[in-house]
């Protein structure tokens, strides 16, 4: 992924493949609905633990890989 617009849209596509609102979403990771719609929307200036808590409640797992040679 390249930015938080195409992150927001697999986001919004995992949800929806697992059957859950944007509402239950957001109760389950603790978070506001207005957050999920945001991060949905590909709002740049989410806050990066909502974030990860919003990921780890759907079951993604977030992978980082360094750059050759580092």
């Given at each position: 992924?390249?930015?938080?617009?195409?992150?927001?849209?697999?986001?919004?596509?995992?949800?929806?493949?697992?059957?859950?609102?944007?509402?239950?979403?957001?109760?389950?990771?603790?978070?506001?609905?207005?957050?999920?719609?945001?991060?949905?929307?590909?709002?740049?200036?989410?806050?990066?633990?909502?974030?990860?808590?919003?990921?780890?409640?759907?079951?993604?797992?977030?992978?980082?890989?360094a750059p050759e040679g580092v």
């Amino acid at each position: 992924m390249t930015d938080i617009k195409e992150l927001g849209e697999f986001v919004a596509k995992v949800r929806k493949e697992q059957g859950v609102t944007q509402l239950q979403l957001a109760q389950a990771a603790s978070v506001g609905r207005r957050f999920v719609v945001e991060l949905e929307n590909g709002k740049e200036t989410i806050q990066t633990g909502k974030l990860l808590k919003v990921l780890e409640t759907l079951g993604v797992d977030v992978t980082l890989t360094a750059p050759e040679g580092v």
